[in-house]
């Protein structure tokens, strides 16, 4: 893990200590497990929808600090907004981490603390530990009770 230590920036490991909305949900719509054989992560993504809303979302597992604070910071990002903005933010994630877009273009604004992730681009194996719960999100979303893996 030592050659990872420039990716754990401080919002990281304040993610993984105290993750945000890190609890399971009994009266959510709809939920999706996520698993990541190549790290060992595994966790449960659960939501509630208000029309084309996300209205809450939690999460619960164990996995290596990166795939837990991206669950966290992926909680706070996308509630309260619609499909189509999730989508969108996704997307923009997803070119943030794999290196596609470079985090200082105008998305890192729209990503904000997401963009904390760019470091990532760095380290491929560890892309599958950052969007693990973005996969979850959009396998509850797509379909209730789903479940998906990165393999
Ligand atoms: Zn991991």
Redesign the pocket.
């Known amino acids: 893990m030592t050659e990872l230590s420039g990716l754990y920036q401080d919002v990281i490991l304040e993610h993984n200590r105290s993750p945000r909305n890190f609890r399971r949900m009994d009266d959510a719509d709809s939920h999706a497990e996520g698993r990541?054989p190549l790290?060992?992560?595994q966790l449960t993504v659960w939501l509630k929808l208000s029309g084309d809303r996300v209205s809450d979302v939690s999460f619960e597992g164990s996995?290596?600090a990166?795939?837990k604070a991206s669950a966290s910071l992926m909680t706070t990002a996308v509630k309260g907004k619609s499909r189509g903005e999730i989508d969108r933010l996704f997307r923009q994630f997803h070119e943030v981490v794999t290196g596609k877009s470079p985090p200082q273009d105008g998305s890192r604004r729209e990503l904000g603390k997401l963009a904390v992730f760019s470091g990532i681009a760095s380290f491929p194996v560890?892309v599958?530990?950052a969007t693990l719960s973005w996969h979850a999100l959009k396998a509850a979303l797509e379909r209730p009770s789903g479940s998906v893996s990165t393999e």
């Open positions: 990541n790290c060992g992560d996995g290596c990166i795939s560890r599958k530990c």
